[in-house]
T-cell receptor, first 114, second 114 residues
Framework: GDSVTQMEGPVTLSEEAFLTINCTYT??????LFWYVQYPGEGLQLLLK?????DKGSNKGFEATYRKETTSFHLEKGSVQVSDSAVYFC?????????????FGKGTKLSVKP | DAMVIQNPRYQVTQFGKPVTLSCSQT?????MYWYQQKSSQAPKLLFH???????NEADTPDNFQSRRPNTSFCFLDIRSPGLGDAAMYLC?????????????FGDGTRLSIL
């Protein structure tokens, strides 16, 4: 079945460091890919998405490119801030008989130190 | 702002005592989802409604039920909660079931079982 694998955390960075969180997927169809962020005590917020190969999603300085050849959707940010500390979930939706249900990775906790 | 609202934010119940969690949305979305999220884990889909069409995940426990009396509201009923049901419960909505449709999450209800 479809699945999402993302790098294990926690990830600890200093402010203004470069961030990469790796995400790879397995899917039988042509999924849409998402990054969600969850701040402590809150629900998930959509960070960015991409719906087809080579699409780049971007928001709040975060970027991810849909790479079909490597089945990847790595999240990057050039300069992280303390306020970026959160848990990040990579997810896919293939819509094949699943009515667009999301399949999540296990999440990566990011801590940014001043 | 249009949003997904969950009440209450924190709920405490006794072992075996029925409890109901509620979710409302002002987005007028067709699909509503309920997820269970345990500590440091990804959200796990319990069920979803596409309009009035109810879809139960195969591994959702039998003591979990849901109601959607109208477009705006959806309820999660736990008939006889056990200690293992203590978790964050997240409600989400999407415009439709297509694979590119993002889901919009509420802030969740944290359920504790005494």
């Amino acid at each position: 079945g479809d699945s999402v694998t993302q790098m294990e955390g926690p990830v600890t960075l200093s402010e203004e460091a470069f961030l990469t969180i790796n995400c790879t997927y397995t899917a039988t169809g042509y999924p849409s890919l998402f990054w969600y962020v969850q701040y402590p005590g809150e629900g998930l917020q959509l960070l960015l998405k991409a719906t087809k190969a080579d699409d780049k999603g971007s928001n709040k300085g975060f970027e991810a490119t849909y790479r079909k050849e490597t089945t990847s959707f790595h999240l990057e940010k050039g300069s992280v801030q303390v306020s970026d500390s959160a848990v990040y979930f990579c997810a896919l939706s293939d819509g094949l008989g699943s009515q667009g249900n999301l399949i999540f990775g296990k999440g990566t906790k990011l801590s940014v130190k001043p | 702002d249009a949003m997904v609202i969950q009440n209450p934010r924190y709920q405490v119940t006794q072992f075996g005592k029925p409890v109901t969690l509620s979710c409302s949305q002002t987005l007028n979305h067709n699909v509503m989802y309920w997820y269970q999220q345990k500590s440091s884990q990804a959200p796990k889909l319990l069920f979803h409604y596409y309009d009035k069409d109810f879809n139960n995940e195969a591994d959702t426990p039998d003591n979990f039920q849901s109601r959607r009396p109208n477009t705006s509201f959806c309820f999660l009923d736990i008939r006889s909660p056990g200690l293992g049901d203590a978790a964050m419960y997240l409600c989400a909505t999407s415009r439709g079931p297509g694979r590119g449709q993002p889901q919009h999450f509420g802030d969740g209800t944290r359920l504790s079982i005494l």
